[in-house]
């Protein structure tokens, strides 16, 4: 398929452990966007990169949380020390460019259950 | 502080009944603002975008449009496969965040 891509599509975990969550942007897609949704929610911006930098990560709630795009393509969202208070529904968007305004390309998320 | 609002917060029509939901925004400088649809379990799914005040587009049922401090969407004849929930989001000129709002449940009833 041509659209983005999240893996797990669910995720259960128990408190103080590690998680990764993974994200496939669109083929030629140079910005990517994390952003986590909460029920009744809209989505709450995390973090941004054009190419293989955060360009904004004012949206990450604390240092537990981390992410990478080593390539270019594909990001993982790291998340340590899991609390209950981090399970929502965490997206993944990607844009053609994000120099401009640029419309974003949603995967169907990860849903992440702290337990 | 940047905001973005949307009202009503849940919208119940029945089928062919048009109606307009709101999003207001307080931001320091508009660079976007941008309307989604999003069914229950998945990813927003990109609608508009409109840049400045007096734009309007159109897709099939629905009409956007903008001014200074808000935007509407209309929504004109639904149908049931219209019901979702409908996010309006801004990107600003003084970063690359994009805020959303929380959405607005719109349910039609055939």
């Known amino acids: 398929g041509a659209g983005v891509s999240q893996t797990p599509s669910n995720k259960v975990t128990e408190k103080g452990k590690y998680v990764e969550l993974r994200c496939d942007p669109i083929?030629?897609?140079?910005?990517l966007y994390w952003y986590r949704q909460s029920l009744g929610q809209g989505p709450e911006f995390l973090i941004y990169f054009q190419g293989t930098g955060a360009a904004d990560d004012s949206g990450l709630p604390n240092d537990r949380f981390f992410a990478v795009r080593p390539e270019g393509s594909v990001s993982t969202l790291k998340i340590q020390r899991t609390e209950r208070g981090d399970s929502a529904v965490y997206l993944c968007?990607?844009?053609?460019?994000?120099?401009?305004?640029?419309?974003?390309?949603f995967g169907p998320g990860t849903r992440l259950t702290v337990t | 502080e940047d905001q973005v609002t949307q009202s009503p917060e849940a919208l119940r029509l029945q089928e062919g009944e048009s109606s307009s939901l709101n999003c207001s925004y307080t931001?320091?400088?508009?660079?976007?603002l941008f309307w989604y649809r999003q069914d229950p379990g998945k990813g927003p799914e990109f609608l508009f975008t409109?840049?400045?005040a007096g734009e309007e587009k159109e897709k099939e049922r629905l009409k956007a449009t903008l001014t200074k401090k808000e935007s509407f969407l209309h929504i004109t004849a639904p149908k049931p496969e219209d019901s979702a929930t409908y996010l309006c989001a801004v990107r600003t000129n003084r970063d690359d965040k994009i805020i959303f709002g929380k959405g607005t449940r719109l349910h039609i009833l055939p």
């Open positions: 409109l840049y400045s």
């Open positions: 968007a990607s844009s053609f460019t994000g120099t401009g305004v640029g419309e974003q390309y």
């Open positions: 931001v320091s400088g508009l660079r976007g």
């Open positions: 083929s030629g897609h140079t910005a």
